[in-house]
Every structure is written in structure tokens, then in C-alpha cells.
């Protein structure tokens, strides 16, 4: 059987959301099953040797890996929002957008108990910021970064870098451009 290229169901699109960016979409990985199996699958092997309790996700794109990949391991998900879309109390971190301003992530604050194992997964990884302010949430409620996993990883923005700065953890990234 021939082994699924993931970059063949990446489209690029030019000068999105700003002139000079190629904005790489996953739409078409994710339209396919064999190719979304096939990034999921990946991650969990990755994931398999980490003893992780649950799978984190950045909203949004975060919960379209995060979801399937808790359900394939037979762990739960815990979704990091957007400030103000829990019902409960929530623990909050705060990270600058990548074309600039800030946004603010939330967990309910039950929802990790201290010494809990987490995976956090995204589509893409940029700037490192939606994933240290989910990391922060995480070390606040008491729990441990088990590795960060992603689809994408846009190397020049330097992310892999600035979530090594908050402390070593085993990193996966599918595809790089």
C-alpha cells in the first residue's frame, strides 16, 4: 500500500490573511478520510509511549485534532477556549496573536487534576503563543505537559523555540514549511 504524502492535502493559499503570507490550509487533509486518518494516526503513535490521562486543543482547529486523537486513545479532551464561552469557573493565560493584539485561553478549572498527563495538539504552529498560554493553564491547574504535537509547523516563526524556552517536552510535528 502506498504511504499517504499529508503535504499533497495541504493547500497554499497566497497573500491570506495579509499580503506576503501563504496561509497553509488543512481543509483538504481534513476532506479526506484516508489522509485525516492517516495525520491522527501519526500523532498517536507519538502519543502511545507519553502515558498521557487527556489531550488538550486550543480552540478552534485545535479540537479537530484533539478530538479524534483522545477518542482513538481512549482518553478525554479538554478544550482551551476562547475568554468568556465556559459556563463554569475557569483558569485563563493570556498570548499575542501573531498579526498582533492579544487573546486570552480559558479551561474550567476542574477539568485537570494536579499530576494529570496532557497532550496538547493543534493544527499548526506558528508563533508558540496559543500553545504556551494552553501550557500555562495546564501548570496552573497542577498539571504536567506530557509533549505538544502538531500537523504543521511553520518553522520560520521560531514556535518550537519559544515553547522549548518554557521547558523541554517531546515535540511532533508532521510536516514543516
Known amino acids: 500500500m502506498k504511504k499517504i504524502d499529508l503535504h499533497d492535502y495541504v493547500a ?4 491570506y490573511p495579509e499580503l506576503g503570507i501563504s496561509f497553509r490550509d488543512i481543509s483538504p487533509l481534513m476532506g479526506s478520510g484516508p489522509a485525516y486518518r ?3 494516526n501519526q500523532i498517536q503513535e507519538f502519543a502511545k509511549d507519553l502515558n498521557v490521562d487527556l489531550i488538550a486543543g486550543p480552540e478552534s482547529r485545535g479540537f479537530i485534532v484533539g478530538s479524534p486523537l483522545a477518542y482513538a486513545l481512549g482518553v478525554g479532551f479538554v478544550p482551551a477556549r476562547k475568554s468568556g464561552k465556559l459556563p463554569r469557573a475557569a483558569v485563563s493565560a493570556s498570548y499575542t496573536l501573531e498579526y498582533g493584539g492579544i487573546n486570552e485561553l480559558e479551561i474550567h478549572q476542574d477539568a485537570i487534576k494536579p ?3 496532557i497532550l496538547i495538539v493543534d493544527d499548526l504552529l506558528a ?3 496559543t500553545i504556551n498560554a494552553t501550557r500555562e493553564i495546564i501548570e496552573k491547574l497542577g498539571g504536567v505537559v506530557a509533549g505538544v504535537a ?3 509547523e511553520l518553522e520560520d516563526l521560531h514556535g518550537r523555540e519559544k515553547i522549548m524556552e518554557a521547558g523541554e517536552v517531546p515535540f511532533l510535528a508532521l510536516m514543516e514549511y
Not at 12 to 15: A, N, S, Y
Open 127 to 129: 508563533t508558540g503563543g
Open 38 to 40: 492517516e495525520a491522527i
Open 115 to 117: 499530576g494529570q498527563r
Open 12 to 15: 497554499t493559499v497566497k497573500d
Open 150 to 152: 502538531f500537523i504543521i
